[in-house]
């Protein structure tokens, strides 16, 4: 009792994640083919939620009408967005997430339960039966509905040790980028309240374990960008690509030199580290142009 359990969901029920969020089948469910989109993160309330977070689930939402309709045969769809807690469901506690609930009759309104055919595994297995079906679905609605009208912007951190060597990371299959390049520390901003440099220096903790002071960091490069990406869902078994459009800055940290054996933690989406050295990064094959022209200007 108490524990949340949208916070330690069970793998074997997710059919899709994307961004952090979650399709996974009610385990308590109103009707067949009944699922949730759930945020990875604790959220309480939609609020609380990034611009990216929603814009995935606001996808999602589109994408499961059409799922369900192609796997259930059920046309008419219920969303029923809930914040948690005591009322909902006491284990929830304050977890926001959304049933998707295939709505084929007025009984329905009356919140009934209905005889199942399909267990909880079944379902997500019906679903994961659909992952070409909602590879494609992903992929259309960043073709013809996504509206995002407020440019991303991107920040990392060029970090060079006492050895002249820059610190890259390489990051998880869900996050490649490029030709599968490895990258600086760094990330998309989160949190527009705060200057990009302390949003910079709170995503940099998160993937090194390195705590550093902002007021170091001084930027070298700034650009639009367009950069090939990848969606890649472990449990769907689907890749595909996308071209994403931000604001890319490059900093360097002008604080004392980091020692080469320093400790990091990989965390976040870095999931270890290379120290590449000055003179090899013009000629690696899996560091991107716009990042070799800002360290050879950081450098000059």
Known sequence: ?????????????????????????????????????????????????????????????????????????IKGLQYVLRDGGIVAQSTVSDHLHIHCIPFDAPDLNTWNYRKLKYTPLENAQLYQQQSKTIAALSKKFEEKYDRSNQIEVNCNLLIINDQSQVLFHERPNWAKIGDDWISPPGGMVKDLSLTLEEELAREVQEETGLKLNPAKFDLIASDIERLTRYRQSDS???????????????????????????????????????????????NHPRISPGVKAAIAKAVT
């Open 236 to 282: 769907a078994g689907t890749k595909h690509s996308y071209i994403h459009q931000f604001l890319w800055n490059i900093y360097i940290w002008r604080g004392a030199k980091i020692k080469a054996d320093t400790a990091l933690k990989p965390g976040d989406d870095a999931v270890k580290f290379f120290w590449v050295s000055l003179s090899e990064v013009q």
């Open 1 to 73: 009792v108490g524990k949340c359990v949208f916070c330690d969901l069970r793998d074997k029920y997710i059919f899709y994640e994307e961004n952090g969020i979650v399709m996974t089948v009610a385990l308590f469910a109103y009707i067949d083919g009944n699922f949730m989109i759930i945020p990875r993160r604790h959220v309480r309330s939609i609020k609380e939620l990034t611009t990216g977070e929603w814009e995935t689930m606001r996808k999602m939402m589109y994408m499961a009408k059409k799922i369900i309709r192609k796997t259930h045969g």
